[in-house]
């Protein structure tokens, strides 16, 4: 069965969430960005690029991964694409995930341990 491609608006924490959750029944085309700092730069080994990209795969499911997407979804709609998902980034549940790989990894850290070792990105 042929994966469903998709672009994910939004190069933020909420983006590379959403590759994850997304990664293994969707084909990840690129990121869209509307910072033009990010264009060319890569996460996950996919490209970031212009949100003016959006127009040439009106077929792409676009998800949405970024925490203030007022007006985002009609902006994304203006370039032609129709499918449209807005991402949810939890990080209670991020944490409570990552808690339970550890453990079944054999590193039972204690959790303050653990946020400061990754560099606390979601305290």
Same mark, same amino acid.
């Given at each position: 069965?042929?994966?469903?491609?998709?672009? %994910?608006? /939004?190069? $933020?924490?909420?983006?590379?969430?959403?590759?994850?959750?997304?990664?293994?029944?969707?084909? %990840? =085309?690129?990121?869209?960005? #509307?910072?033009?700092?990010?264009?060319?730069?890569?996460? !996950?080994?996919?490209? %970031?690029?212009?949100?003016?990209? =959006?127009?040439?795969?009106?077929?792409?499911? !676009?998800?949405?991964?970024?925490?203030?997407? +007022? $007006?985002?979804?009609?902006?994304? #709609?203006?370039? /032609?694409?129709?499918?449209?998902?807005?991402?949810?980034?939890?990080?209670?549940?991020?944490?409570?995930?990552?808690?339970?790989?550890?453990?079944?990894?054999?590193? +039972?850290?204690? =959790?303050?341990?653990?946020?400061?070792?990754?560099?606390?990105?979601?305290?």
């Amino acid at each position: 069965m042929m994966q469903k491609e998709c672009i %994910i608006y /939004g190069s $933020g924490e909420w983006g590379r969430q959403a590759y994850w959750e997304y990664a293994g029944s969707h084909e %990840i =085309l690129f990121y869209v960005d #509307r910072n033009e700092k990010r264009w060319g730069q890569s996460i !996950c080994g996919k490209e %970031i690029r212009s949100t003016e990209e =959006l127009a040439k795969h009106p077929q792409a499911l !676009c998800i949405i991964a970024i925490d203030n997407d +007022a $007006g985002i979804e009609e902006y994304v #709609r203006s370039f /032609g694409v129709e499918q449209v998902v807005h991402y949810r980034f939890d990080a209670l549940t991020a944490k409570k995930k990552l808690h339970l790989f550890m453990v079944q990894a054999g590193r +039972a850290w204690r =959790l303050p341990e653990l946020w400061a070792s990754v560099g606390g990105w979601w305290a």
